[in-house]
């Protein structure tokens, strides 16, 4: 396959094959370092306050939160629809890059799809937490009972039950069988026995064979195209939670594609939040070169500006439908009460990521980095905006109120973050976090010293 | 075929079919030929700046679609200033205005309308002739300052096109009904672009190497335009469930009352296009080798060529002609008829203005050598 020389090499230094496989191994073999047990005690004490939070909850129940009865849906909702947006980065990558046959994207396919994984974990847990008794979670299933009690099968929530398990399961089957060979390479490397046996066990039996590599190709693809429309579906299903009803700010038609952009929006940026710190950490910069963190901020600005004409296109269309309390809902998110919130929003996801359209700031890592910091927060933000700002002043002026949580959904959410960062940085110890195979597949073409190798 | 065309306009006018009839179908056809030529150049200039490297080979189809942009443009001006803006848009007639009317006119009112007719017309025309030049010299003059120069207009025309593809269709076709709303109307109807212009291309590649051109391309290059035509089409599908969907379930009337008409006179047409929109290029091009010969690729591009025809027919027909009056006859087909000669005329005479294949570009070798097992 004859790449341009125009086109950058994906991967830094004179790599052999032999060489790759020590680089990426590396982080896992030895003692971590004094860094990763700072960072598992801060996300581990993170986690810890979360589950206290989880433990009042249950214990008192949901009035121990901020809600009130015209503010259902506060933190909560808002966490999860952010939480399920960032777990939509890994299977973009995965799935819609490959089919686009971007050869970039097999340097951070693995911890992106991790990362996804981990995400939805943590997005799956506030609408259980919400029912309030977790015990009867299974209730969501629906199941033939002898009390004859179905589930509501007209309501898109239950619609996110099939949504997200679905995408959670095909993520998983996908980075599973991703993992595959490279756990037989970490098998092959592993210096104890007992290492050798759980990775043996883990690799099914992986031999390299060519017959292996021919059927985990298959499955790859196949896997890649029922992906692909997993990735459109969850937050379509998702943004149906609220476009469903008749509530102005909700009920927009733009809704679906306008939130499938949202979440690879903030997906990119969780994913260049924790690349950027990894990839200096386990000294992976050759593998994760400035190229890719420029390929992921393109994404950020194609992603971003589609969210920002949604928000102009929703602002318009709440005018120009002379629907008046559509109007109020969108004059009030941005300059009612809740404008401090609108604004975060508008800076963090409008105005930041057309920074990267100067060349310079794409290529810059340290402002990449606090720029995907502010797109995370935005796309909080954001969700907050649309759940908040659209209910605290409804129909009904004697109704209106005002939302602050409790210190129980703030502690709820700082443990979602904890368990996030604590599965993350377990997740490097255990597994390589670059697709070994998948690297070594673009190191003949794309590698820095391909131009030696080939000739005209 | 022009010709033809041109016939069945005059049989519009002598057999009584009525100015909005015939109005309706200028717009519709001036709007569905336009879309070809914007979706031929956003074609070019998304893959310029994605880097693609295959799409090199199939620049030129991309790059000579986008000369029947000032076409449209001037059919569309000399349409809209002979009578064709009042008998569409009742929301030019002071007499009909409403207080609903009456709070959007500070958006639609006739200036302003054209205004923004002008700027949409005078940058798209401009870019194109920017991104084709600096592409022509790349090739001609083997200098690769021109390859940056194609990408930065590129870059100028996919961000310019982000809001200007959504404002038109706001103005032509929205404001048809003008009463309604819909905020995802502009990318539902960009969509529809999408997957007909991607089947116009690969109508134009059909044609150009059945006649001994572009001997370059091979079944490659076919199967990712396949695969182009079976995704957007989904999508194209997935954009028409969203509205559709999301209107019925939430049942208010302001916005119901759209697909109510829609339901009642259009029945066959409206079912008709949902179906034949996903259901032909979901089922023929599911396999591999579907999307990488012509025999089978041909019969499904030329289905979706039709079927957005039809989508448009759907989008301006009952807001403007009404139940009644519409039809689908020899105005409809020949006007129609006429409108492929003279963008085949425009598209085929600037094909022979550049080399078929950009030799010089620098991903052409790319665009040659490459094959995928997916």
Redesign the interface.
Known sequence: ????P??EPLIRGNKDYSQVTKDILAPMAGTPSKYWYMGIALALSAALFGAWATYVTLFTGIGSWGLNKTIGWGWDITNFVWWVGIGHAGTFISAILL?F?QRWRTSINRSAEAMTLIAIACAGFFPLIHMGRLALAFFIFPYPNTRALWVNFNSPLLWDVFAISTYFAVSLIFWYVGLIPDIGTVRDKATTKIKKAIYGFLSFGWTGSAKHWSRH?TVS?IL?GLAA?LV?SVH?IVS?DF????IPGW???????YFVSGAVFSGFAMVLTLLIVTRKALNLEQYITVNHIESMNKIIILTG??VG??YL??FF?AW????EYEMFTFVNRAFGPYAWAYWIMMTCNVITPQLFWFKKIRRNIVLTFIISIFVNIGMWFERFVIVVSSLHRDYLPSSWSMYTPSVVEVGLFVGTLGLFFTLFLLFIRVFPVIAIAEVKSVLKTSGENKNHSEHE | MVSIGLIALAYGFFAGLGGERISANILLNNYYFLGMGLIGLFFVAVHAIAESGWQVSVQRIGEAMSTFIPVAGVLMLLFFAFGGLHSIYHWTHPEHMDEILLNKAPYLNVPFFYIRFFIYFIVWSLLAWYIRKSSRNLDSLNDISYFHKLRKFSAIFIVFYAISSVMSSWDWLMSIDAHWFSTLYGWYVFMSMLASGVAMIIIILYILKRNGYMTHINNEHIHDLGKYLFGFSIFWAYLWFSQYMLIWYANIPEETVYYSERMLHFKPLFIANAIVNLAFPLLLLMTRNSKRVFWSLIPVAVIVFIGHWIDLYQLIMPGAVGGEKAGIGFLEIGLTIGYVGLFFLVVFYSLTKAPLAPKNHPFYKESMDYHTNY
């Open positions: 396959m004859y790449v341009s125009i086109r089919l046959r190709e693809l890649a429309p459109l379509t149906f476009a469903t009803s008749v009920h927009t038609t733009i809704f679906p594609p500006s589609i004409i949604a296109t929703e269309i120009y439908s002379g629907n």
